[in-house]
């Protein structure tokens, strides 16, 4: 059980972090705070809290977007997905503590990069391109709480608009930290620490819809990149450091 208002505070502030960079910038919740919240509570609690507040703050978003949903575009990346989290769920129960930390550091750094770079596969195009990325957004997901990027990889090869994504990666999470959260279960958290979690999301929102009216959109993906970058990498020495 997570107990003492210093670490409750602690989480509400990588929550409220993560929750105004995904406002701000449309993806970067999971990327920026997973490091963070694996390194506090670590990796089996960090991961499932992630799930937990990344589908929170896409159901939130899509309240307002689920009209521009493709659905017919969404059932083979959820369908495969649903297949690969139980997957996910079961080989991080089973890892050490030190090379999960450092499994989850590469998975996230990879990501980032690959995102940065904007890389085009062919492999990721059509319904064959959705059921890769979806595979392996839920393995990701359930294993480290990073599946955004395996989509959003795959809306880069579809040449989908910003516009288009956003509702669509809104619904996919929702669908998919669901999944993962039934395989997983909830985290063992306190009734305050539940409060200080939801008052975090509140507020990250509040403040990610303020500044998304100021700062433009590509230098504020850039810094969510580099953030989450530096979070990968810190996550990746601190396994290697306890292998």
Known sequence: MIGGWAVAL??????????????????????????????????????????CAAGAISAVGLVGTWREVRLA?????????ACTVPVGAWVAAR?????????MGVLVSAAVLLVM????L???RGVTGALAAGAASGFMNSSAGVGGPAVSLYAVNAGWTVREFVPNAQFYGVVVNAFSIAAKGLPQLTVPTWLVVTAGIAAGS???????????????????????????LTTLGKGLWGL
């Open 10 to 51: 602690v989480l509400g502030g990588i929550i409220m972090a993560g929750a105004s960079i995904q406002r701000l910038a449309g993806i970067g919740f999971a990327l920026v705070a997973v490091p963070a919240l694996v390194l506090l509570l670590g990796p089996a609690e960090g991961v499932v809290l992630a799930n």
């Open 73 to 81: 575009a969404m059932i083979p990346l959820v369908t495969a997905a």
């Open 95 to 103: 890892l050490p503590e030190p090379v999960l930390l450092a499994g």
């Open 117 to 120: 770079w904007g890389t085009r």
């Open 122 to 124: 062919p492999a990721l």
């Open 206 to 232: 509040a403040i990610g819809k303020a500044l998304a009216q100021r700062v433009p959109e590509r230098p504020a993906r850039r810094i969510v990149l580099l953030l989450a970058l530096a979070g990968g």
